[in-house]
């Protein structure tokens, strides 16, 4: 039987890393994106060149949007896995933020997933196991000025995932977040060399990360060896944050 996981905001650069993972180790797919339709596009006609035996289905909707949210959750059928790759930085002092911005961004990386995750919890019980991965932060454990309010909703997933996974367990629901320090994406393209240069010297790897280092992780999470861990907090930060 064919294997399924959602994975939420698979247009970016992590959440292509972990849709090209998974479905290399046998998971069909429904691949979400909000705004970027070229990308997911390309995605999906890669992965169907790649594994034509394997199911890939786009779903778009606005996670800010409730409306959204039960027209997306109404599209998966069946699903053993949900990882929610989603989201977006706010770089704001506090007292810059609005109530507005406050409210779309807890809404996206925090009630979002919340709703989602109560809605198919019975499509996730129909297995003996099954698996809820957040891409949570490095900000969610340490906190980052000038990025007060994302470091909150991240901090609010981390305590959600542990919660979660005590509540949901005897379910056979593996919940965990993985927390990324500085990955190199294109969001991280507006640093320039010097600043490069001094957030690496920062790193004991002495470098950043890369989209596939989250993925790994998330596969070896799906996998079936890592069924003993779950509520856990799993730091991909190149021992920047210890």
């Known amino acids: 039987m064919k294997k399924f996981a959602c994975i939420f905001g698979a247009s970016g650069e992590i959440g292509q890393a972990i849709a090209y993972d998974m479905s290399k180790h046998g998971w069909s797919l429904y691949l979400h994106f909000n705004e970027n339709k070229q990308s997911i596009d390309q995605l999906i ?10 199911e890939f289905h786009v779903i778009q909707g606005d996670l800010a949007d409730n409306k959204a949210i039960h027209f997306i959750c109404t599209q998966l059928f069946e699903v053993q896995t949900i990882v929610f790759a989603s989201g977006q930085a706010l770089y704001k002092l506090l007292e810059e933020t609005t109530p507005q911005e406050m409210e779309m961004v ?8 919340m709703t989602i995750i109560g809605q198919l919890a019975p499509k996730l019980r129909r297995h003996d196991r099954s698996y809820i991965n957040f891409i949570g932060s490095i900000w969610g454990e340490t ?3 000038g990025e007060t309010v994302y470091s909150a909703v991240k901090g609010a997933q981390h305590a959600f995932v542990k919660a979660y996974a005590k509540e949901s ?6 919940v965990n977040v993985i927390a990324p320090g500085i990955i190199d994406t294109k969001m991280n393209e507006a640093f320039d060399a010097g600043e490069r240069i001094a957030l690496e010297d920062e790193i004991p790897l002495q470098t950043f990360g890369k989209p596939q280092d989250v993925a790994n ?4 999470l799906t996998s079936g060896n890592a069924d003993y861990i779950t509520g856990q907090v799993l730091r991909v930060n190149g021992g920047w944050y210890i």
């Open 45 to 54: 006609s890669h992965l169907q060149d790649l594994y034509p035996n394997q």
């Open 106 to 113: 807890w809404r996206t990386h925090v009630q979002a997933p």
């Open 143 to 145: 906190g980052a000025a």
């Open 169 to 174: 367990g005897a379910s056979g629901v593996r």
């Open 217 to 220: 992780l998330v596969t070896f």
